[in-house]
């Protein structure tokens, strides 16, 4: 399975983004998903994630209502669309998935991150 992120950028302070995770070599259906990053000189962190049934979501404590994470299976896709975006969002985010139900904290595979910017 290989999965390619995009959608990474600059914005201001309170803009959007939209993550995509494209999966190949598999169907995303199959896997749970989801997203992590890393800041500049921080420890990765969890984003969120969406189980392989696709019925439950989970986030970050730091996320509080901003981003959503959902699937599109006709392109075998992954979104995470990011709103009231703040400078501290800034960092390198990673796609995952994992082959049990639940996003473990190792995910047995990764994308190439996308630099998301905030600029204040």
């Known amino acids: 399975v290989q999965l390619q992120a995009s959608g990474g950028g600059l914005v201001q302070t309170g803009g959007s983004l939209r993550l995509s995770c494209a999966v190949s070599?598999?169907?995303?259906?199959?896997?749970?998903m989801g997203w992590f990053r890393q800041p500049p000189g921080k420890a990765r962190q969890f984003v969120a994630s969406?189980?392989?049934?696709?019925?439950?979501?989970y986030y970050g404590p730091f996320v509080k209502g901003r981003f959503t994470i959902s699937r599109d299976g006709a392109k075998n896709t992954v979104h995470l669309q990011m709103n009231s975006l703040k400078p501290e969002d800034t960092a390198v985010y990673y796609c995952?998935?994992?082959?049990?139900?639940?996003?473990?904290?190792?995910?047995?595979?990764w994308g190439q991150g996308t630099l998301v910017t905030v600029s204040s």
């Open positions: 995952a998935a994992d082959s049990i139900p639940h996003l473990s904290q190792s995910p047995d595979y």
């Open positions: 070599g598999g169907t995303s259906r199959n896997y749970s």
């Open positions: 969406i189980t392989r049934s696709g019925v439950n979501t």
